[in-house]
């Protein structure tokens, strides 16, 4: 089981970047898939990024590809998320969920992990 924290949400204006961190307590993190999802005010939960147990494959929204860079340490336990020329339609809720997996697949549907944090707000200003 792990326990997972993000961090690095912000206030910022558009066409800027942010960096959110997830973070694992877990000892075993490289055997698990990551993925971000968010949560706009008024709208439903939406897949961002996802990456491999070992990094080697990702996955991204159609509305986030080509800005957002989906990246993991997992010597740190780490998972990140680099937003790069961020929208007011980027503004949302962002959560980090995990999936114990002996596979390199990667997954898009929420309902494939079992694992979440408890989510940090990026909003956009213009």
């Known amino acids: 089981q792990v326990q997972l924290v993000e961090s690095g949400g912000g206030l910022v204006q558009t066409g800027t970047s942010l960096t959110l961190s997830c973070e694992s307590s877990?000892?075993?993190?490289?055997?698990?898939?990551v993925g971000w999802f968010r949560r706009a005010p008024g709208k439903e939960r939406e897949f961002v990024a996802a990456?491999?147990?070992?990094?080697?494959?990702?996955l991204y929204g159609v509305s986030v590809k080509g800005r957002f860079t989906i990246s993991r340490d997992n010597a740190r336990n780490t998972v990140s998320l680099r937003m790069n020329n961020l929208k007011s339609e980027d503004t949302a809720i962002y959560y980090c969920?995990?999936?114990?997996?002996?596979?390199?697949?990667?997954?898009?549907?929420?309902?494939?992990?079992?694992?979440w944090g408890q989510g940090t707000q990026v909003t956009v200003s213009s």
């Open positions: 877990g000892r075993t993190f490289g055997q698990y898939r």
């Open positions: 969920a995990a999936e114990f997996t002996y596979t390199d697949l990667v997954k898009t549907d929420p309902g494939e992990y079992s694992y």
């Open positions: 990456i491999s147990k070992n990094g080697e494959y990702s």
